[in-house]
T-cell receptor, first 115, second 113 residues
Framework: NAGVTQTPKFRVLKTGQSMTLLCAQDMNHEYMYWYRQDPGMGLRLIHY???????AKGEVPDGYNVSRLKKQNFLLGLESAAPSQTSVYFCASRPDTSGAKNIQYFGAGTRLSVL | AQSVTQLGSHVSVSEGALVLLRCNYS??????LFWYVQYPNQGLQLLLKYTTGATLVKGINGFEAEFKKSETSFHLTKPSAHMSDAAEYFCAVSDRNNNDMRFGAGTRLTVKP
């Protein structure tokens, strides 16, 4: 079972470069999320999607764009990378349900350094 | 908006000792509460969650947590620490839609032989 797969695992960018992080899930989940993790700050929500073709802003959306053209994929874009975007990025997904099965499943993360 | 405070960024225990990781939350609506564990260079894995019902929640690997509304707490415990428990632990809170999950800063647990 692949679950949530993030590509790439590591990346180094120069300031001003652009890149796209890919998140793919094979669990037919409706909801998908992008977080960033910084030391001493836990995870913070960047953007999320409640279904194919929809996106919404989270806690720290500035400097990022997202797209959900296919249900299984959620892309996170950096148009002009800045050193402040050096972080570990996590993708998560969850089913459209309530109660006990309302759980977010996380990918292994993408470590991004912006020089 | 909800928020979480984890007391203690580092906790060190001896193998076999009680593990207690503290979490307090703030929420204007009935919360969902979670504990996740993160091993080095890996993603987050759910340990346990509280949604409704029984306030004492049992999770994987012998961990449990108790939701105390009066204290706005959701502390994580394990009676006897194992070396394999060494990891970083995150407490999180969300509303019932689970679309705005807020994480604490994390507590790094070290287990000494």
């Amino acid at each position: 079972n692949a679950g949530v797969t993030q590509t790439p695992k590591f990346r180094v960018l120069k300031t001003g470069q652009s890149m796209t992080l890919l998140c793919a899930q094979d669990m037919n989940h409706e909801y998908m999320y992008w977080y960033r993790q910084d030391p001493g700050m836990g995870l913070r929500l960047i953007h999320y999607s409640v279904g194919e073709g929809t996106t919404a802003k989270g806690e720290v959306p500035d400097g990022y764009n997202v797209s959900r053209l296919k249900k299984q994929n959620f892309l996170l874009g950096l148009e002009s990378a800045a050193p402040s975007q050096t972080s570990v990025y996590f993708c998560a997904s969850r089913p459209d349900t309530s109660g006990a099965k309302n759980i977010q499943y996380f990918g292994a993360g993408t470590r991004l350094s912006v020089l | 908006a909800q928020s979480v405070t984890q007391l203690g960024s580092h906790v060190s225990v001896s193998e076999g000792a009680l593990v207690l990781l503290r979490c307090n939350y703030s929420s204007s609506v009935p919360p969902y509460l979670f504990w996740y564990v993160q091993y080095p260079n890996q993603g987050l894995q759910l340990l346990l969650k509280y949604t409704t019902g029984a306030t004492l929640v049992k999770g994987i690997n012998g961990f449990e947590a108790e939701f105390k509304k009066s204290e706005t707490s959701f502390h994580l415990t394990k009676p006897s620490a194992h070396m394999s428990d060494a990891a970083e632990y995150f407490c999180a809170v969300s509303d019932r839609n689970n679309n705005d999950m807020r994480f604490g800063a994390g507590t790094r647990l070290t287990v000494k032989p």
